[in-house]
């Protein structure tokens, strides 16, 4: 399927005519992800978070707003998460910017090139992704970290728009299985096989889907995801891309 066949959801709540896409923009986008407050639930969770902060970050002024994806325009490599952190992208206004997700995501992007430097504490801290893009298919903080279904839907259609936007881009790489699931639709993905760490479905326009479990807390402090098995997605994302 070819970026300019690419389809809207028919379940997406705010589906994006042809013409519109055509004159559409990553900066366009990000500006609405900034402004949007259709969730209701998500928005009194990211603001209340932002006011009562957590005691270490006491002197920040919080984003508390919906964040937007972050990288290069000719990203040869996608990579999508699940959600703002409470206290990491919620605080910065930068996906996996400040906390301990993002240390262990952006110390592997350094270590295979994309990233300027291993670590990202704030949006003015100079990092810079160089063929690389990483976006998420909820750009609010959820409680838990746990989006509800019509959360999901409701940010779908930012989702398609980058995909349809980033037309380099040779390899897409889920963190987690909700990233997969919103990914396969979006991608004509069916049937779709089963999310497993290590997955590579390539797909019928010639770009390659990898899974991987999510840098969360949860699975690098537990060993369930190492810095070695991240390395070899991102090795089999550059092979992919012919920069290997």
Known sequence: MSADNLRPLATSPYPVPTQRRRADSLRAIAGEIELCRRCDRLVEWRESVGREKKAAYRDWDYWARGVPGFGDPKATLLIVGLAPAAHGANRT????????????????LHRAGYASQ???????????????YITAPVRCAPPANKPLP??????????????FLLSDVHTIVALGKIAYDELCPLLDLS????????LEVPLADGRLL?????????????GKLTPAMVEDVLTAAKEHAGLS
Do not use: K, W
């Open 118 to 132: 291993p670590s990202s504490t704030h949006r003015e801290d100079g990092m810079v992704l160089r063929g690389a």
């Open 150 to 163: 019509d959360e999901r839907a409701h940010c779908r259609n930012f989702l398609e728009r980058e995909l």
């Open 191 to 198: 049937p779709r096989p089963r999310f497993g760490h290590g």
């Open 93 to 108: 206004g930068r996906m996996f910017t400040g906390d301990r997700s993002g240390d262990f995501l952006y110390s592997a």
């Open 210 to 222: 990898i899974c991987s479990y999510h840098v969360s807390q949860q699975n690098t402090f537990t």
